[in-house]
Nanobody, 115 residues
Framework: QVQLVESGGGLVQAGGSLRLSCAGSGRTFNTYIMGWFRRAPGKERELVACITAGGSTNYGDSVKGRFTISRDNAKNAVYLQMNSLKAEDTAVYYC?????????WGQGTQVTVSS
């Protein structure tokens, strides 16, 4: 298991930006596929973005061109830069790590975009 702690959520106006951070534990953090997921009220949890150990990225269709995932293995951290935010981006955002024993989750951070 790996411990994950998200930060950076908050309230922002539509069109604004936020940067989420996820701090992880463990000496093998750099080997994990890391991802950001979100769950909006009344909706299923969905993939926002993921990044492999080698830095390859993948994005959900609704955020392509607006969000950027990155990682800093020296700091055991993953980031999600969110630009051009929309009201429909309002959700709880979760950091996740694919580790040998399964998937570990952070506690989530609330992002609210006002229109």
């Amino acid at each position: 298991q790996v411990q994950l702690v998200e930060s950076g959520g908050g309230l922002v106006q539509a069109g604004g930006s936020l940067r989420l951070s996820c701090a992880g534990s463990g000496r093998t953090f750099n080997t994990y596929i890391m991802g950001w997921f979100r769950r909006a009220p009344g909706k299923e949890r969905e993939l926002v973005a993921c990044i492999t150990a080698g830095g390859s990225t993948n994005y959900g269709d609704s955020v392509k061109g607006r969000f950027t995932i990155s990682r800093d293995n020296a700091k055991n951290a993953v980031y999600l830069q969110m630009n051009s935010l929309k009201a429909e981006d309002t959700a709880v955002y979760y950091c996740a790590a694919d580790v040998p024993s399964g998937r570990s989750w952070g506690q989530g951070t609330q992002v609210t975009v006002s229109s």
